[in-house]
């Protein structure tokens, strides 16, 4: 560490303000993700309940369609975030034991960022997938009326 110990490891705090930023990102899609989960869920198990009916096997095998894209989304958030905060830990470890750290610093949060572009690519086919169960939903209710 060079000059200042208290300037340096202020530096180090003000460095790791961006990947803390991104982790609250992601805690908001997984929170986003969790939210459709449980309205998933609901809607699974109402349909489970309920009396055999035309269409209700479609709807669930689309339900299930659509909790294995979330599933997708949450599993990669977790781990981007898991990554990020990998990314912070090596740059304060790297400051404290100097060099050598930045390649694995530059790996660790380009993985969170590459992860966390999955996740929400998995949300995009999630949301497409939920639309065209409601259009689906619609275009029955229509016919049967």
């Known amino acids: 560490m060079n000059g200042d110990p208290l300037q340096a490891a202020a530096h180090v705090v003000q460095q790791a303000l961006t990947p ?8 908001a899609l997984l929170n986003v993700f969790a939210s459709r989960l449980g309205r998933i869920a609901d809607q699974a198990d109402a349909l489970a309940a309920s009396v055999k009916s035309e269409g209700r096997d479609d709807r669930l095998r ?12 949450v599993v990669m958030s977790a781990l981007a975030g898991a990554l990020t905060c990998s990314a912070v830990l090596v740059l304060f470890l790297g400051e404290v034991r100097g060099e050598g750290a930045a390649q694995l610093l530059y790996l660790l949060f380009g993985a969170g960022i590459v992860l966390t572009m999955g996740a929400l690519l998995a949300f995009v ?17 229509v016919d049967e009326g």
């Open 125 to 141: 086919v999630e949301m497409l997938l939920a639309a065209v169960g409601v259009r689906f939903t619609v275009s029955e209710s």
């Open 62 to 73: 689309r339900l299930r369609l659509r909790s294995r894209a979330l599933d997708t989304a």
């Open 20 to 27: 803390v930023f991104f982790l609250s990102a992601i805690a």
